[in-house]
């Protein structure tokens, strides 16, 4: 699909994003994806994540000389531009008052207070500009007991209950592999800008929107937090099973190990014909039967695939249009050409490592990507544009290129 056809749906509006790490920063990605001009306002220093590893190496088309650039901070500021302010200074504080009254969005993940401290509160900006919609996102909500508290994203796991319900049953508590809280957050916060964005169209006013790592965590809980809430039963590590449904988990073949999802009795009946279980049989005939027999259903399951290679298994399970899957590594992940079909790695030339690969946008428009072809920006990269215009300017037709 050719440019023209891009997604851009907040072509148009303008994000001043004072955010750092990476809710934040996921957050404004998301809007730029879609047309969103982002400027990110970092302090002196830069943003933290721009010293984090890994580092991403120069490659093809780089410009001579440079060093690494962190991939961590690669992976969730493509589409944006860079300007540097110190904000204790009396001169920071009025650009960035300046930005703000020409712009949509305000983002900002700072610890509780310390804007307000500053005079720089999303409530202080929007009373001078009502049509600006902010969006706080904060550890663990503005307000309550805990509301100043700083938050990381595994701290954030651990006190929300994540880190209880990953790893074995008979092992310690473990947190998702990926910031899954800052992740969450950031993709709450970019749903809840579009909304108010929606409503000030109709109202002329902007909104306050506020989300938090633990709120993030808490609100996708699922069936553990109704299992608790309405019916008093308390989720407990199961390791690769599912809680509630059997046979669902990881499996071994002679060779590696499979995941398997029997999702429904018809597919317990289409699965057990492929491993030469009995269906009917007592002990596994329902699924509450089978959860009840987890244990020794999954050793016998084990037990028929053991002497079978994990291909063949695979191709007898898709045959029978039961869900299964093998563990894919990173690398082979970008790999796949599934994953490559949907889109779902881009090309950016980057100002110092050249051509650089980044993870993509999850949504796709009339089957297309929608990603900005824009490259995450160096520190300060558009500070050469001109400060004493109410805006940096920039067409949405160069595609973010200065």
């Given amino acids: 699909m050719n440019a023209s056809r891009d997604h851009r749906s907040l072509a148009g509006v303008r994000v001043v994003d004072l955010s750092r790490a990476l809710a934040g920063p996921y957050a404004t990605m ?14 002196p220093a830069g943003d933290d994540s721009r010293g984090w590893l890994p580092f991403a190496a120069p490659g093809p088309g780089a410009a001579s000389g440079t060093g690494e650039e962190s991939a961590y901070f690669l992976s969730a500021n493509r589409g944006k531009r860079s300007v540097r302010l110190d904000l204790k200074s009396s001169e920071g504080a009025r650009r960035l008052r300046d930005l703000c009254a020409d712009a949509d969005v305000l983002v900002e993940n700072y610890r509780p207070g310390l804007l307000a401290r500053l005079g720089l509160d999303p409530a202080s900006l929007r009373a001078a500009n009502p049509r600006l919609v902010t969006l706080s996102i904060t550890g663990f909500g503005s307000g309550g007991p805990d509301g100043t508290r700083p938050g990381f994203d595994q701290i954030v796991q651990a006190e929300a209950g994540l880190m209880s319900l990953t790893g074995d049953a008979d092992g310690d508590p ?7 809280a800052d992740i969450l957050a950031g993709m709450f916060g970019a749903f809840g800008v579009m909304s108010a964005l929606r409503e000030r169209e109709t109202t002329g006013v902007g909104r306050a929107v506020e989300t938090s790592l633990l709120a993030a965590v808490t609100s996708v809980h699922a069936f553990h937090g109704a299992g608790w809430l309405a019916g008093g039963q308390v989720p407990t590590r199961t390791g690769n099973r ?56 999954q050793a016998e399951i084990d ?8 291909e063949d298994v695979l191709a007898d399970l898709q045959r029978e249009g039961v869900p299964a899957g093998r563990i894919r590594s990173v690398p082979e992940v970008y790999d796949w050409e599934q994953v490559r079909h949907l889109g779902l790695v881009h090309q950016l030339q980057h100002s110092t490592l050249g051509e650089v690969a980044v ?7 009339d089957g297309a990507a929608s990603a900005s072809r824009v490259p995450p920006p160096l520190l300060g990269e558009h500070e050469d544009l001109a400060w004493d215009r109410p805006w940096l300017d920039q067409q949405a037709s160069t595609g973010g290129s200065t």
């Fill in 242 to 297: 599912h809680p509630s449904i059997a046979p669902y988990g990881t499996f071994r073949c002679s060779d590696a190990a499979l995941v398997i999802a029997v999702g429904s009795e018809s597919l317990w009946r289409r699965f057990a014909a492929v491993v030469g279980i009995d269906p009917a049989r007592p002990d596994v005939a329902t699924n509450r039967d089978r959860v009840a027999h987890v244990d020794a259903l």
């Fill in 174 to 180: 473990t947190r998702v592999g990926l910031p899954i």
């Fill in 30 to 43: 998301m809007l730029a994806d879609v047309g969103a001009d982002v400027l990110k306002v970092e302090p």
């Fill in 303 to 310: 037990g028929l695939l053991a002497e079978r290679k994990a």
């Fill in 359 to 365: 993870p993509g946008g999850a949504l796709r428009y």
